[in-house]
């Protein structure tokens, strides 16, 4: 699996950036095999989430969120998918039942996209992984 792509769901990025423990062990060994071959992917969406999760007073980061977004996109290894035309289309016509969060479904789609298996501890996208429309990995 070290050179399969694998693309964070939102909270594993800021775990992985925070190097915050809720980040399993198996899950960051995944993660460092995938950035030693650029294949650590991050949703645009997901800079929006966080955004609106620091905006909110959800999420506190140490930093201003801009100069925070900017240092977790250069970490070696990780690549910024731009949302697309075609991300967008494939977000609302996924297989099978999909719950209707854009966020998750944005990533959802970027992941079947990219041919990429989502890192989450999301409960929807790990169920929704089982019925094999996505891969998905529990953190």
């Not at 198996?26 to 992917?41: E, F, N, S």
């Not at 800079?47 to 925070?68: D, F, H, I, T, Y």
Request: a neutral charge; charged letters at 20%.
């Amino acid at each position: 699996m070290s050179s399969a792509a694998v693309l964070l769901d939102t909270h594993a990025w800021i775990w992985l950036v925070d190097g915050n423990d809720e980040l399993s062990l198996p899950a960051r060994k995944l993660i460092d095999q995938a950035a030693a071959t650029g294949t650590v992917l991050i949703a645009s969406i997901s800079v929006w989430e966080v955004a609106m999760l620091e905006r909110k007073g959800r999420l506190v980061l140490s930093r201003s969120c801009w100069n925070w977004v900017e240092d977790a996109l250069s970490l070696p290894g990780l690549r910024l998918i731009q949302l697309s035309a075609q991300t967008a289309l494939e977000s609302c016509f996924l297989p099978g039942k999909f719950h209707d969060d854009p966020a998750d479904r944005f990533i959802v789609a970027t992941a079947r996209l990219e041919n990429a298996a989502i890192v989450t501890r999301d409960k929807q996208i790990l169920r929704y992984a089982q019925s094999g429309h996505v891969a998905a990995i529990k953190c």
